[in-house]
């Protein structure tokens, strides 16, 4: 109840700092279904777009990884705690962690997860890693692509007092095609993590695809559903 009661106020007040600061349109939001499980990968540009993601899902059952250094601050342990956030240690892989997110996904909720694995300063996509590939494969649930693009300008534009204009893409829901008994090899992995980040690179602007800029090189060979090159809208924002 408490907690409950917490995450309102919290939503509530970055509502009210969203309509402030930012120009907020989340029509592509709507796109995410009602109810889970699925795994929503999001690229990570800044710390603000998880508190975002929580505040546009609300009415949703959300979770996500956060990396263990959130709890050593008194205010951002009382923001994860409110979310329901896991705790990661990035040092090597969290067997704890996975185990967590996927109780979660087995419970029915959407898990936040950035396969990047770390903050991308120039807001382009960056290699992926492979703990989303891993955690697709074992849970067998979803994945839902879901980028954002210009929070990273909101100092550059409180400087010249402007609100920053935030754009939402969401992609088409894939699956993982592989048995959840299947011993991966490392180029498998690699192969998977790479789909993975193609069908997010689809739905941003080509400016910001990064390390998959290069759709020629896109595969689908362990997923099924998700867009194609020719199918996906090309986002020219």
């Known amino acids: 109840m408490v907690q409950r009661v917490s995450r309102g106020i919290v939503n509530g007040l970055i509502l009210v700092l969203l309509r402030v600061f930012f120009v907020v349109d989340c029509r592509e939001l709507k796109k995410i279904p009602r109810q889970g499980p699925a795994i929503l990968a999001s690229n990570h540009t800044t710390n603000f777009e998880g508190p975002i993601y929580y505040t546009l899902?609300?009415?949703?059952?959300?979770?996500?990884?956060?990396?263990?250094e959130l709890w050593k601050n008194p205010l951002t342990r009382f923001l994860m705690q409110v979310w329901d956030i896991i705790p990661l240690n990035r040092s090597?892989?969290?067997r704890k962690a996975f185990?967590?997110?996927k109780m979660a996904l087995d419970q029915g909720a959407f898990l936040g997860i950035a396969p990047e694995g770390t903050r991308s300063m120039s807001g382009e996509l960056q290699?992926?890693?492979?703990g989303a590939a891993m955690l697709a494969v074992e849970a067998q649930v979803p994945i839902i692509p879901m980028v954002q693009?210009?929070?990273?300008?909101?100092f550059r534009n409180l400087r010249r007092f402007r609100r920053t204009p935030i754009h939402f893409a969401v992609g088409e829901a894939f699956s993982v095609r592989v048995p959840r008994d299947r011993k991966l090899?490392?180029?498998?992995?690699?192969?998977?993590?790479?789909?993975?980040?193609f069908q997010m690179a689809l739905v941003m602007p080509e400016r910001y695809r990064g390390y998959y800029r290069d759709l020629s090189k896109m595969t689908t060979r362990f997923i099924s559903g998700g867009a194609t090159p020719r199918s996906a809208m090309i986002v020219v924002t």
């Open 185 to 197: 090899t490392a180029g498998e992995l690699r192969q998977i993590t790479d789909e993975i980040m």
């Open 99 to 101: 185990r967590r997110a």
């Open 92 to 94: 090597g892989p969290d």
């Open 127 to 130: 290699k992926g890693r492979p």
């Open 57 to 68: 899902l609300r009415g949703r059952r959300v979770t996500a990884l956060g990396k263990k």
């Open 149 to 154: 693009w210009g929070v990273k300008d909101l």
